[in-house]
């Protein structure tokens, strides 16, 4: 996700300083990289830097970067504050000195001499403590297992594209442990435990995480057949547990279904081999990244242990990062293909970038097995109501939870509703799933989004030289443009409408043009509550307007519900319900006679005191449901049955 065609010393050399040296990187040699993982145990990484540069006569104050916006991470949150031992020299060793760029953490000015060929910097960096932007891209480490991302550990000049300045690196890992990475393997010595790789782009090394640990199976799949060209495919487990990196079947045949169901999608594969590391631990976070021939995957080995233990967000993470390398590493929003990693980056198209790759990665998620199709209706159920009951959608278009997601992502405490958090997720998702229901409608499902896939994520074959297709910028002109080629249809509008203008009711037309009915029914739907992303608490949020704790306590509050009009707020304590001791039911019961009994009497706690307030409320029990209309064709059905 990233790479623009900006002149970055206009923009940032001429901004922050205006003396430093713009052209420093000997074109010829590769920088090399020593990274020592001995101490990952001890949450430590280190690594030496060898920079060449070209030689001058005079001294050089040379400008090197710290990798600020790492591809995936969609802001500026290289994790620099880790760094905790950082020393520079040349290459016989004779300190240089250096500074931090005032006002700028990520850039540093290192002061060389004429006798200066290469900058040596001894980076060490402490593991484990991801901020809430970094974390699918820091480094982690533990007694059995470890994930380096190389961009902890690296600092590159300033004049550097990404693309042409390349890198060599060599591992040390501790004693018996194995490594799996992207990054093409040129020798291992198994009795030191040392890998060394070839020459890669910077941009390559940035993109291909380091899995190791000492339990390691790699599972190798081969699976094309006459109708489906697939490239093969490579899936690295690594454990705390021997037995833990024997995966079930019933999770490695719809990871297969997987890789063969998403080549169907896409039609075309952008990449000459591809890598799946997944971490099965309980000794790191769980998390993930996508990248572009491999991706991230840190889960517990409980949700591993069959498919029937692996659900939600854990279940629907390997897809999710797998769908990226096609959306979001081919296909880029043009404001985020920058040619470095300190260019700030335009992410408004973001809903395009997380929300198709939520969209298409939750249907190969049914089309593969991972989830029945009976559950991909109840995700559809859950974020139809999530979207209606957003609340910062009335203040700020979805598009605006794009532009400012690196400040939204750890989401609000507080009326989480109000501020939102990165909608552009889940309410992309409903736009593409809206999208795919208007070309089926309109084509007689002649033709679908598919048909858009293979359009845009149409790729050129790798070469012997060249191991994945380059980023491939793309705008919102084209979206329309591309979806215009598939159906006519008013896709600007559509946009505006649900993207980029700010509304407060929501409409539902995609339930309708799906063949369902998105309506407030009196019974609750019966949705299991470990379907991803479902309400938490007691929910009362389509009757009163607001949610609940066990114990009677409001989690939440919808602005201008009954609950807002008698200014309950978070934390708000119901003690009693129409003169009984709070429970649930009680609640449940008030509202289910409101429409004989419409003053709902509650006694609430006040700080120090107890109140009695009256919600006015006539509309009895109240549910916004999915439910199906048998009059119309399911397209659901036909959207997620597989190829
Ligand atoms: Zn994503």
């Given at each position: ?72 991470s969609h802001g500026p949150g290289g994790p620099i504050e880790n760094v905790a031992g950082l020393t520079f020299s040349d290459q016989d060793n004779n300190p240089l000195k250096w500074s931090r760029s005032p006002g700028e953490v990520f850039r540093v000015i290192v002061k060389t001499t004429p006798q200066t060929t290469a900058i040596r910097a001894n ?521």
């Amino acid at each position: 996700m990233l790479l623009m065609l900006r002149s970055f010393c206009l923009l940032t050399v001429l901004a922050v300083s205006s003396y430093v040296t713009c052209s420093p990187l000997s074109a010829q040699t590769p920088i090399s990289i020593e990274m020592d993982a001995r101490e990952l145990p001890r949450k430590l990484l280190t690594a030496e830097l060898s920079i060449p540069i070209k030689s001058s006569k005079k001294p050089q104050d040379i400008a090197l970067w710290y990798p600020k916006w790492v591809p995936g991470s969609h802001g500026p949150g290289g994790p620099i504050e880790n760094v905790a031992g950082l020393t520079f020299s040349d290459q016989d060793n004779n300190p240089l000195k250096w500074s931090r760029s005032p006002g700028e953490v990520f850039r540093v000015i290192v002061k060389t001499t004429p006798q200066t060929t290469a900058i040596r910097a001894n980076i060490r960096y402490i593991t484990n403590q991801p901020s809430t932007n970094s974390y699918g891209h820091d480094t982690f480490g533990s007694r059995m297992v470890g994930v380096i991302s190389p961009n902890t550990v690296l600092l590159y000049p300033e004049t550097a594209d990404a693309d042409k300045a390349l890198i060599t690196t060599t591992l040390k890992l501790p004693k018996d442990w194995k490594a799996a990475t992207a990054i093409p393997q040129s020798a291992h010595d198994e009795a030191t435990s040392t890998y060394k790789y070839d020459a890669v782009s910077l941009r390559n090394f940035v993109d291909s995480p380091i899995m190791c640990g000492l339990h390691y199976r790699r599972y190798d799949f081969e699976l094309s057949d006459e109708q489906t060209k697939v490239s093969p495919h490579s899936l690295h487990v690594f454990s705390e547990s021997p037995t833990a990196v024997d995966l079930h079947e019933s999770i490695v045949e719809p990871l297969k279904k997987m890789i063969v169901q998403t080549a169907k999608l896409t039609g075309s594969q952008p990449f000459d081999r591809f890598d799946i590391l997944l971490a099965a631990t309980d000794l790191l976070p769980a998390n993930g990244l996508e990248h572009s021939r491999s991706t991230l995957n840190v889960l517990s080995p409980r949700d591993l242990s069959s498919m029937g233990s692996l659900k939600g967000w854990s279940r629907l993470l390997i897809p999710h990062e797998y769908l990226h390398t096609w959306c979001g590493k081919y296909r880029q929003p043009a404001e985020m293909a920058t040619h470095n990693f300190q260019t700030p980056q335009g992410t408004d198209l973001l809903w395009v970038y997380e929300g198709l790759t939520q969209y298409l990665g939750e249907v190969i998620e049914a089309r593969s097995g991972f989830m029945n199709q009976n559950e991909f209706r109840d995700r559809v159920g859950v974020e139809l109501r999530n979207a209606a009951h957003q609340q910062n959608r009335q203040w700020r278009p979805l598009v605006d939870t794009a532009a400012a997601s690196h400040i939204l992502r750890a989401g609000s405490d507080t009326w989480p509703k109000l501020r939102g958090s990165q909608d552009y997720y889940m309410e992309g998702m409903l736009f593409w799933l809206e999208a795919d229901a208007i070309i089926r409608s309109k084509t007689n499902n002649k033709k679908s989004l598919d048909d858009f896939c293979h359009k845009f994520f149409a790729a050129p074959e790798p070469t012997a030289t060249l191991q994945y297709s380059p980023p491939k910028p793309y705008t919102r002109k084209e979206i329309v443009s591309t979806l215009n080629e598939i159906v006519k249809y008013d896709w600007d509008g559509l946009i505006k409408r649900r993207v980029e203008n700010v509304r407060t009711g929501y409409d539902p037309q995609v339930a309708d043009l799906l063949g369902y009915e998105f309506a407030a029914k009196a019974e609750r739907p019966n949705i299991p509550r470990n379907t991803f992303r479902f309400p938490a608490g007691i929910d009362h949020l389509d009757t009163l307007g607001m949610t609940l704790y066990g114990d009677g306590t409001v989690m939440d509050v919808k602005l201008g519900s009954p609950a807002d009009q008698v200014k309950f707020s978070q934390g708000t304590k119901i003690v009693a319900v129409n003169d009984h001791i709070w429970n649930a039911s009680v609640l449940d019961e008030a509202i289910a006679n409101s429409d004989v009994n419409p003053l709902i009497n509650l006694l609430i706690e006040d700080g120090e005191k107890l109140k009695l307030v009256q919600i006015h409320y006539d509309g009895g029990p109240k549910y916004l449901s999915l439910v199906r209309n048998d009059d119309k064709e399911d397209l659901l059905e036909k959207i997620l049955a597989p190829r």
